[in-house]
């Protein structure tokens, strides 16, 4: 707004006084802020076609794979029946017949509608052998003349031994805590808490212990091997600095699936790892390092190398050398100045490297599929497997489920302390 | 870390463990990326050094066969598909967020490099589960929207550091001499800020092309791309031919991101944007 100088303004606007220019002021700032939401409007417009082709292409995908883990109506639309007939059974020994009446009615539709195998797949999952038992049912249902259905169904053990039902009964709540509390190997017991499934049955809690172990293993390695580098580089001279960080840069460029490729090569039992353990006299006989716990860290220590260096030496850097030698100069030991001096000082950057590296370790897929053996498999080849092979969906989601929240806690403990600026790399 | 003027015994001991220690470190990270090169030129069949003779065999198995040179073609159309609507799309949304009065930046940045924090086996699998349903399974327009999530975080990051640099009143000075906002982005911002545009578009590329695991849930038989044919062949049976494609796939990668690097050094340099 221009200022007018009082003196040219005639008397009566000067009466009018503050009045004037508050109208004046107010319209000028709504002007301006009209501009902005324009401008506003216009940048939302800008960010807007990837904003939405990421929710369709990344965002829907995710929350509809998550929303499996919870959400599993098969059951429930199977046996619409027994639903109905469980819905006011106590819950402990067996349901009345009428229950059982109902479920046979259901087995018969299901055969009916082809949706049997379905339906005998799904009950499995949570009631392991319940696959050919629901089938054995609805083929003697089929094959029973003038027997009543009700004998049929009672004839078969299975729909009478204790934990059948309960799993039913559970089965027909779409949504459902099952899956997630597999994953974490959790069941609800027959008196509504939870409790641990038995240790023969228990698989995840051991995967995700071995994940991350192997990620904290690989990210202690990195961290011995990237920080001297890092020390080294950010106090070089600057031709030799350049020439070392190329020779960082350089396996960073290539892909995991190249370096894995290259590491499968070497680690084989006439390979050259072995050649050099042999030249060395390390070992005395070839290591099988391919499909070992061993061989998998190496290659994703050499993988993820670059991910803990270059946070570390991008601190580093910034620190001038003339504080150690202020440190030297007033007394302090080597260690000492190190310690109390440098170390404080680097250690964000050694936060981020490592957390970076530790977070990107948990979701290795690639690697373990081509370098472990059996029993070096990650949670991402557990998830893999469920969808390519098991064809299980729902476990697949529960995994993924637990997979993504220890990945976005990290990430935001991460975002948190460090601010998302460290994820720039170099 | 050099030795100081004057240095003592434990200076030197130091300096010395440092640089030994260092160099094998260097050795750890370039020999494996380097054993792939000689032994794609191995006449013989096997992964064994010395090499039996020299011959570029594996070469006409990779460039040759119709198995690996559709996989070449898939490759080459999903990348080059990706970087152009990611690079287009992360282009307008950094120009965006470069604006401080973007409302909700600070909720869209993280959400814009979610892409690469969510574990890559979670992407494949929701969009094997989502693209299924819609029609979008086993199809080129699928592969390459979920490649474009993965790659448009590159470059929108690589565009706003470019930003950073560009001084916004040339567009308010175009805007008073009369031009159109399309129009003084095309002759004024463009032109100042490409180095980090074609920069992220060669991250956006290299992303797709050497993207594994959401092809390998996505894409039908006749889809496979290179990475995948590598997988696969890696989990069947271990060829040389894999260390010529290795070998191939390295160096476009390599020479690509070289690229990149140096056009984001000069754009920093350049006039007309403020370092």
Redesign the interface.
């Known amino acids: 707004m221009t200022a007018i100088p009082p003196s040219e303004l005639d008397r009566p606007a000067l009466a009018r006084g503050r009045s004037a220019a508050d109208t004046d002021l107010r319209s000028v700032s709504a002007a301006i802020r009209r501009a902005?939401f324009g401008?506003?409007l216009?940048?939302?417009a800008?960010?807007a076609?990837?904003?939405v082709?990421?929710a369709?292409?990344?965002g829907?995908?995710?929350v509809?794979?998550l929303s499996?883990a919870v959400y599993d109506p098969t059951i429930a639309n199977a046996l619409p029946q027994t639903s109905q007939a469980l819905s006011g059974w106590s819950g402990s020994g067996l349901p009345d017949d009428a229950a059982f009446l109902a479920l046979a009615a259901d087995l018969k539709d299901n055969q009916a509608k082809g949706t049997a195998y379905e339906l005998a797949k799904s009950l499995n999952a949570r009631l392991p052998g319940a696959r050919s038992q629901v089938l054995k049912t609805v083929r003697q249902l089929e094959g029973a003349g003038d027997k009543p259905p009700l004998e049929v169904v009672k004839s078969v053990p299975f729909w009478s031994q204790p934990g059948t039902w309960p799993a039913i009964a559970n089965g027909t709540h779409a949504v459902t805590s099952f899956y997630l509390l597999s994953a974490l190997d959790l069941r609800w017991n027959a008196d509504g808490s939870i409790e641990r499934v038995p240790p023969e049955q228990a698989i995840f809690l051991q995967v995700f212990m071995r994940t991350f172990f192997v990620a904290a293993a690989v990210t202690l390695a990195t961290l011995l091997?990237?920080f001297?580098?890092a020390?080294?580089i950010a106090?070089?001279?600057k031709g030799l600095a350049a020439i070392?960080i190329v020779?960082?840069?350089?396996?960073f460029?290539?892909?995991?699936?190249?370096?894995?490729?290259?590491?499968?090569?070497?680690l084989?039992k006439?390979?050259?790892v072995n050649?050099m353990l042999l030249w060395l006299g390390v070992v005395d006989d070839r290591l099988d390092l391919m499909y070992s716990r061993i061989g998998l860290i190496i290659a994703m220590t050499?993988i993820q190398?670059?991910f803990t260096l270059l946070p570390i030496y991008s601190v580093m850097r910034t620190i001038p050398p003339s504080q150690m030698k202020a440190a030297y100069s007033l007394g302090g030991r080597?260690f000492t100045a190190f310690r109390r001096i440098y170390l404080p000082q680097v250690f964000p950057g050694v936060m981020a490297g490592c957390l970076l590296t530790f977070?990107l370790c948990?979701?290795y897929?690639?690697t373990p599929?081509?370098i472990g053996g059996a029993s070096d498999q990650l949670i991402?080849?557990f998830?893999?497997n469920y969808?390519?092979v098991e064809l299980n969906?729902e476990m697949?989601a529960a995994l993924?489920f637990i997979?993504?929240v220890f990945?976005?806690a990290l990430?935001g403990i991460f975002?948190r302390i460090l601010g998302?600026d460290r994820?720039?790399l170099? | 870390m050099m030795l100081s003027p004057y240095p003592t015994t434990g200076e030197r001991i130091r300096i010395g463990l440092l640089w030994l220690w260092c160099g094998l470190v260097i050795l750890f990270l370039l020999v494996p990326i380097l054993i792939p090169v000689p032994l794609s030129f191995n006449s013989g069949s096997f992964f064994i050094f010395p090499l039996e003779g020299i011959s570029t065999r594996w070469y006409e198995v990779v460039l040759g066969t119709q198995r690996w040179q559709s996989a070449i073609g898939n490759s080459l159309l999903v990348a080059f598909g990706t970087t152009l609507i990611a690079t287009t799309l992360g282009t307008m949304t950094a120009i965006a967020l470069a604006d401080e009065r973007f409302p909700g930046r600070r909720i869209v940045m993280p959400l814009l490099l979610s892409p690469l924090i969510v574990p890559v086996v979670i992407t494949a699998v929701g969009s094997y589960l989502f693209y299924a349903r819609v029609g979008l399974a086993s199809t080129y327009a699928g592969i390459i929207l979920a490649h474009t999530a993965l790659a448009s975080p590159f470059v929108v990051v690589t565009v706003a550091a470019s930003l950073t640099g560009f001084d916004r009143n040339l567009m308010r000075a175009a805007a008073i001499s009369g031009a159109k906002p399309v129009r003084s982005f095309f002759k004024v911002m463009l032109p100042l800020i490409l180095p980090g545009v074609l920069s992220g578009a060669a991250f956006a590329f290299v992303t797709s092309f050497d993207e594994v695991v959401v092809v390998q849930f996505l894409a039908s038989a006749n889809q496979r791309t290179m990475p995948l044919e590598m997988f696969i062949g890696l989990r069947e049976k271990l060829s040389p031919a894999i260390t010529a494609a290795a070998t191939l796939m390295m160096g476009l990668s390599i020479v690509l991101l070289v690229v990149a690097n140096i056009l984001t050094w000069r754009g920093q340099k350049r006039p007309g944007t403020r370092a």
């Open positions: 902005e401008d506003r216009r940048s939302l800008l960010a076609p990837l904003l082709l990421l369709l292409s990344f829907i995908p995710i509809l794979l499996r091997l990237g001297p580098l020390y080294l106090s070089a001279p070392l020779a960082v840069l350089l396996p460029w290539t892909s995991i699936l190249v370096r894995t490729a290259a590491w499968t090569v070497l084989q006439f390979g050259l050649d050499h190398l670059p080597p977070i948990l979701g897929y690639i599929a081509l991402s080849n998830i893999g969808v390519n969906w697949a993924s997979l993504l990945t976005l990430f975002a998302l994820l720039k170099v």
